[in-house]
């Protein structure tokens, strides 16, 4: 799978990637990762990417040009959205997206469905925002990564990049190691249970003693309740029916 990374930090990214699982995926060669510098599709002598908003208003917001300009040198053979009757999700396989707060949350759902594609280009917002027909005629698809106001689409775009990345079949050395957590279908979406290691006591506090024992089957109720207890005290949300969950 390959990632664009459309930014006008380019520099952000030469640490999250570095390290750990998104790492070793580039080594192993399932994953590829290109940081574009947008300022390479502006022609001033500024090199502008900004621009104030029509009607007046706080900021300034990324204009519309060099973004288009970039997405259209990374997918050359991509058609306009206009000329889409046929396809209108764009080229099976390849998503354009523009990171914002408004946009629809990413959830793990949402990453097992990127993790599904060949390309993915991450669009990241800056300053108080991008030119809508951004939204409207160029992205496939507006995320943001949560409810909480971030000063740009950098951080999202590296928390999108690690999720999917681990998703990807090869990545993590364990292939079933997705098989058993909080946000997967296989174990209910039960949280991860309560887990301990040596030394059995630590400054005066006890592991579970049903975890010293030997039996897997009361070791197995045990974890199955603690981690209820744990996701109705912490999660209330995500407790509860297996239906009212979306991910
Ligand atoms: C709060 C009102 N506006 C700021 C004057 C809107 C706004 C513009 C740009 C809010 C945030 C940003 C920058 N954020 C992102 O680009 C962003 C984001 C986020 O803020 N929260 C969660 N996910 C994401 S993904 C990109």
Sequence with gaps: MKF??????????????????VHRAQSAGRLEIQIHDLRNWTYDRHRTVDDRPFGGGEGMLLKAQPLFEAVEAIFPERAPRAQ???????????K?????????????????EFAALNALVLIC????????????????????????V???GELGAAVIVDAVARLLPGVLGNEDSTRNESFSEENEGLFDCPQYTRPAEFRGWRVPDVLLGGNHEEIKRWRRA???????????????????RQN
Excluded at 5 to 19: A, K, L, S, Y
Excluded at 84 to 94: H, K, N, W
Excluded at 226 to 244: F, H, I, N, T, Y
């Design 4 to 21: 664009h990374i459309v930014t006008i930090f380019p520099e952000f990214f030469r640490g999250p990637f570095e390290h750990g699982v």
């Design 84 to 94: 889409r009757a046929s396809q209108p999700d764009g080229t099976p396989g390849q």
């Design 96 to 112: 354009v997206l523009l990171l914002s707060a408004q946009g629809r949350r990413f959830t793990q759902a949402v990453a097992r």
């Design 125 to 148: 917002g800056r300053y108080e925002g991008v030119d809508e027909r951004v939204a409207e005629h160029l992205a496939d698809d507006e995320v943001s990564i949560g409810d909480f």
């Design 150 to 152: 971030l000063s740009g």
């Design 226 to 244: 603690a981690s209820r207890e744990k996701m109705q005290r912490l999660r209330p949300d995500l407790s509860g029916s297996r239906e009212k």
